[in-house]
């Protein structure tokens, strides 16, 4: 993740999706045994989850890693039952078009945004939670 300021470069939360990368369901994508992408899937109850944190390594951005982790995901709390995934990411309102470019990457893949909100961040940063039906 410190490879990626752009998306990462708020220190305590650094440290905190580390954690819990160590805590939660994580998923790794390799090639040639290089680690350069993964997943950390949060279960909030027997019907929904979320994209806790997701990170790709540039140079592997826009190769389908991104949707490949995704959908591996899916699959696994699919299995499980789970029906909505949901993930949180910085809301429209702000400039940032890095994350402009995370928006449309969820939009691409199903997800759709539910409500931006001031208050689960801060004003500053305000989010956005996107949700996907899981159910066939």
Known sequence: ????????????????????????????????????????LKQHNRYSAEIHVMAIK???HRQGAGRALVAYAEGILRAK???????????PSHPDKNYQMTRLFYEAIGFRPLEENLRIWDESNPCLILVKSLCA
Not at 25 to 36: H, K, M
Not at 81 to 91: A, N, R, S
């Open 81 to 91: 039952g789970i029906e909505y995934l949901q993930v949180k990411t910085l809301g």
């Open 1 to 40: 993740m410190r490879s990626l300021p752009q998306w990462f470069g708020i220190e305590s939360a650094l440290v905190e999706y580390a954690d819990n990368t160590e805590l939660m369901e994580t998923y790794i994508i390799t090639s040639e045994d290089l680690a350069f992408g993964f997943i950390t």
């Open 58 to 60: 540039d140079g592997f």
